[in-house]
Nanobody
Framework: QVQLVESGGGLVQPGGSLRLSCAAS????????MAWYRQAPGKQRELVAG???????HYRDSVKGRFTVSRDNAKNTVHLQMNSLKPEDTAVYYC??????????????WGQGTQVTVSS
């Protein structure tokens, strides 16, 4: 089966930067979409950025101009570059992948999450 593993989280001061990575391993026929979500304590999980294989990358309004998502198809890896971080960005960040397990079937996978804390 497929496993997603996030890395790169940590503690940074406001205005700082972090780069998150998510590596997918296992049997993957093809990738339909990869994305980053986040969940702050007491709040619902929300989409941060999504990169469909066919279509345009999209970002939630609060991170536009600060966050950039990229994907390395050869390595089945997605990255989230986070700049100008704000305390409001503090959350557990989750990698999400929608993958074809064969030519006709899709499955939704989640990583275990990585903590991002923005604090002075």
């Amino acid at each position: 089966q497929v496993q997603l593993v996030e890395s790169g989280g940590g503690l940074v001061q406001p205005g700082g930067s972090l780069r998150l990575s998510c590596a997918a391993s296992g049997t993957i026929f093809s990738v339909a979409s990869m994305a980053w979500y986040r969940q702050a304590p007491g709040k619902q999980r929300e989409l941060v950025a999504g990169m469909p294989s066919r279509g345009s990358t999209h970002y939630r309004d609060s991170v536009k101009g600060r966050f950039t998502v990229s994907r390395d198809n050869a390595k089945n890896t997605v990255h989230l570059q986070m700049n100008s971080l704000k305390p409001e960005d503090t959350a557990v960040y989750y990698c999400n992948a929608i993958l074809y397990t064969d030519s006709n079937n899709l499955r939704n996978y989640w990583g275990q999450g990585t903590q991002v804390t923005v604090s002075s």
